[in-house]
Each structure stands twice: as C-alpha cells, then as structure tokens.
C-alpha cells in the first residue's frame, strides 16, 4: 500500500524561504516520475514541478526561477525548495507520482503573509 507524507509548510513573510520534504512508502521510487502540486483557495489542485527517473525537470511558469525540485532515490523522497515566496504561493501541497495517482497525501500547508 503506497504511503506519500509531505513535510516542511509554515507561515512566512513575503520573500522568505521553505523546503518541502515528501517520503512516498510502499512503492518502487526510482522507477517513476514525481511532482509537486498545489492547492491555493480557490482553485483545483495544480501542478507546481514535475522530475521524471531520469532527473528531467518541468516548473509551471508561476515558480520558474524561484522553486526547485529534487529526489533522493535512496531515501524515497522529493523535496521542493521554494525561494521568494509570495503570498498568491499560500496554499495546501501535495506530492505525487506523475501522473498521480488517486491516492493523495495530506498535504503541507503554506501560508505567506506579512
């Protein structure tokens, strides 16, 4: 049964800085595609970053130059630096298999606001 538990969101000041950890259980890690996604008030859940196993990388054009996104294949998990923050960033995000599957982790809550 596969697991997914993100980690890492807070509340910050506009500009600030946070580090998403995501560790996925129950699954073979290496061998598949992940990304980052997004819930902000209002709108459906979106994608923010995507790697595949091969380490190529796709930002949404709202985080390019801000986000990166990295695996760890030993650990089993994905991480989402995020630099610059604003607060249209707040928000609920999840880490998934891309393209997800229909299970979903809990979320990490980001909140930026001043």
């Known amino acids: 049964q596969v697991q997914i538990v993100e980690s890492g969101g807070d509340l910050v000041h506009p500009g600030g800085s946070l580090r998403l950890s995501c560790v996925f259980s129950g699954t073979i890690f290496d061998t598949y595609s992940v990304a980052w996604y997004r819930q902000v008030p209002g709108k459906v859940r979106e994608l923010v970053a995507g790697?595949?196993?091969?380490?190529?990388?796709k930002y949404e054009d709202f985080v390019k130059g801000r986000f990166t996104i990295s695996r760890d294949n030993d650990k089993d998990t994905v991480y989402l630096q995020m630099n610059n923050l604003q607060p249209e960033d707040t928000g609920t995000y999840y880490c998934n298999k891309r393209p997800p599957m229909r299970y979903w982790g809990q979320g990490t809550l980001i909140t930026v606001s001043s």
């Open positions: 790697m595949t196993s091969r380490y190529e990388i």
